[in-house]
């Protein structure tokens, strides 16, 4: 009797260890599986070579006409894009430089204090498994004044591979603002990012930017604008600052209008 009783107890706690190691391997954390978030440049829009307005210098006679509508029609994009981006791009480089704790079901989640000068976040950023190739993104937030009551800055989906990325942006929480496309390709670095403003019923409901870089080209970089007033082109060197704009609704024709490097004072030229 003592030696069945062994026996039962023996396999009784073999059976609890092999429940118990079967529940600590459900919620090991898949770490070939870890989603690494991509780089700000899939959120952010690199607005910098045309931050500065032109002056022609005095006395010369030049006009830096072609440069300075350029500059205009990226700069509404630049200050319309940036009240929306600029908190939930702050989180996100944070985000960038955090840890994430694993959450199990293939779930992990980022969280974080960060302050803007004038106010204290809170923020948590999760990433779910999709697929091999997929996974999701959620960032929601609550601040220090409403601490208890959290709101989505923006969702989105990204590739492993870091290739493609989409997201939305949300005012108040619900109301799809900004829609984000982004594409790299690492062997070329050709990559393009574009904006989308979908906020419901508005005027400009529908516009958007697109900037594509194309390494081999002599004019790397671009920017497509449409808006309701028309569609603008704008091509440029991103060594020099050299380009050319071409919008028919603004200058009448369907043909390029060019302005000289930097260095030369961005002053209109005749294009070649």
């Known amino acids: 009797m003592k030696k069945t009783l062994n026996i039962r107890s023996i396999t009784a706690l073999m059976l609890a260890l092999s429940m118990l190691f079967a529940v600590a391997s459900c919620d090991k954390e898949p770490v070939d599986e870890r989603p690494e978030l991509p780089p700000v440049e899939s959120l952010q829009m690199d607005f910098s070579a045309f931050a500065e307005q032109p002056a022609a210098k005095k006395g010369t006679g030049s006009t830096v006409n072609n440069f300075l509508y350029s500059y205009l029609t990226v700069g509404f994009w630049n200050l319309s894009a940036g009240l929306v981006t600029v908190l939930p791009v702050m989180a996100y480089g944070h985000a960038l430089q955090q840890t994430p704790v694993y959450m199990g079901d293939n779930s992990w989640e980022w969280s974080f204090d960060f302050n803007d000068v004038s106010m204290d976040y809170t923020v948590t950023l999760t990433a779910a498994r999709i697929n091999n190739e997929e996974f999701s993104v959620e960032m929601v937030v609550a601040s220090a004044l409403t601490s208890n009551q959290e709101v989505k800055w923006f969702d989105g989906v990204v590739r492993y591979d870091h290739t ?80 050319r704009v071409k919008a028919p609704s603004h200058f009448g024709d369907d043909a390029w209008h060019c302005w000289d490097s930097h260095d030369n004072g961005l002053i209109d030229i005749d294009c070649l």
Do not use: C, R
């Open 164 to 243: 493609h990325a989409s997201w939305t942006l949300y005012k108040d929480g619900t109301i799809a603002l900004l829609g984000i496309e982004w594409n790299k390709d690492y062997e070329t670095g050709e990559a393009d990012l574009k904006y989308s403003y979908t906020e419901p019923d508005q005027n400009e409901t529908g516009s958007f930017i697109m900037l594509e870089y194309m390494p081999e080209e002599v004019y790397d970089a671009s920017y497509t604008i449409s808006l309701t007033a028309g569609v603008t082109n704008i091509e440029w060197n991103t060594t020099t600052i050299e380009g």
